[in-house]
């Protein structure tokens, strides 16, 4: 489970999300790309991150996967998910996310993103709610809003999942479905 949210006006950010943005490589895989002699390429995605992206978007939350690389995996994994908006062989992921919130008419407030390198900090600094995954580059990690207890690919989506549900005051009923509580 997520860490327990204690400050205000961290919670008061998560509460107006009603998007969330993955960065792929390093944040929903470990990271590693697995590429064979025949040129098959694999990722390795923990089932426990999908398990919470698929809760968050039952929950109204959308997500959207954005990311510099092109992989047929991710396309794949996306579709197993549900996951319907995928953009992918992307140079410019600020012009991505302008395109992505004028077409769903959302503020950047309203928005979470999460990554793990340099080339998410200009991101950071247009979303409502900026997180780093554990192992993300220093310079990332200073700059987050949050950053997770777990690795990339190892739960730390999960972990975000369970923040924005907590923050949201959702969690209660996520538990109760499951009869944990």
Known sequence: MA???TDERLLNKIRRVKLLILDVDGVLTDGRIIIDDA???????????????????RYGIDVVLLTGRRSQV???RAADLGIAEVHQ????????LA?????R????EETAYAGDDIVDIPIFKRVGFAVAVADAV?????VADYVTGCK?????????CEVILQAQELWADVAARYEFA
């Not at 395109?99 to 077409?103: D, G, K, T, Y």
């Open 3 to 5: 860490r327990e949210m």
């Open 39 to 57: 040129g098959v390429e694999s990722k390795n995605f923990d089932v426990k991150d999908g398990h919470g992206l698929k809760i968050i978007m």
């Open 74 to 76: 991710v396309e794949r």
């Open 89 to 96: 062989g992307i140079r410019n992921k600020v012009e991505a």
């Open 99 to 103: 395109e992505i919130l004028q077409r």
């Open 105 to 108: 008419n959302l503020a950047p």
């Open 138 to 142: 220093p310079e990332v990690r200073q």
């Open 152 to 160: 990339g690919g190892r739960g730390a989506v999960r972990e975000l």
